[in-house]
């Protein structure tokens, strides 16, 4: 039973448009969320995370959002650039303790000039 | 920032073999780190859990006896695949906790032949 899904594998955009990455759980008792950017032969990196007491986060060009009662969280990117085309994972944990995070399966996201 | 080396990058080895991973923090203490695998198309899937000075925790279905974690220094973690066989061959990567969230090495290629 795969608790953090996401359920496109891929995305393309045009080059200022905006990107929106989604991602569905099924533990209710995931509490923390985090979203990675990982390059090819690259470790993922942080990029941002959300905690259940809120519904919005934002940092820069990107915001998270969180729907708690639809199990269902979104990644924004506005205006996506060509250097945002990566894999994007969610990953979600009980309590801060984000090391030990569950992880969607990614979405390569392709931004176009 | 902080920084976790992975090495080796990639590695091929036979079947029946044993192959070291090593993560170590350049630029702070790791008191925790994490081990993950992450089969093609797969999500990163936590193995185990590295605590200086003690014990590994290992997830529900990983045998601690093929994947020897050993965290002897604030600075270093490593990881053992014994007698691989080519159903181990995957990517891993490892995760350590800083001051300021998680970050995860370049991760390891492991081809077993």
């Known amino acids: 039973d795969q608790q953090v899904k996401q359920n496109s594998p891929s995305l393309s955009v045009q080059e200022g448009r905006i990107s929106i990455l989604n991602c569905d759980y099924t533990?209710?008792?995931?509490?923390?969320f985090l979203w990675y950017k990982k390059y090819p032969a690259e470790g993922p990196t942080f990029l941002i995370s959300i905690s259940s007491i809120k519904d919005k986060n934002e940092d820069g060009r990107f915001t998270v959002f969180l729907n708690k009662s639809a199990k269902h969280l979104s990644l924004h990117i506005v205006p996506s650039q060509p250097g945002d085309s990566a894999v994007y994972f969610c990953a979600a944990s009980r309590g801060r303790e984000a090391g030990k995070s569950t992880f969607g399966d990614g979405t390569t996201l392709t931004v176009k000039p | 920032g902080a920084v976790v080396s992975q090495h080796p990058s990639w590695v091929i080895c036979k079947s029946g073999t044993s192959v070291k991973i090593e993560c170590r923090s350049l630029?702070?203490?790791?008191?925790?780190m994490f081990w993950y695998r992450q089969f093609p198309k797969q999500s990163l899937m936590l193995m185990a859990t590295s605590n200086e000075g003690s014990k590994a925790t290992y997830e529900q279905g990983v045998e601690k006896d093929k994947f020897l974690i050993n965290h002897a220094s604030l600075t270093l973690s490593t990881l053992t695949v014994t007698s691989a066989h080519p159903e181990d061959s995957s990517f891993y990567i490892c995760?350590?906790?800083?001051?300021?969230?998680?970050?995860f090495g370049s991760g390891t290629r492991l081809t077993v032949v």
């Open positions: 533990n209710s008792m995931f509490d923390y």
């Open positions: 995760s350590a906790r800083t001051g300021y969230g998680y970050t």
């Open positions: 630029d702070f203490q790791a008191t925790t």
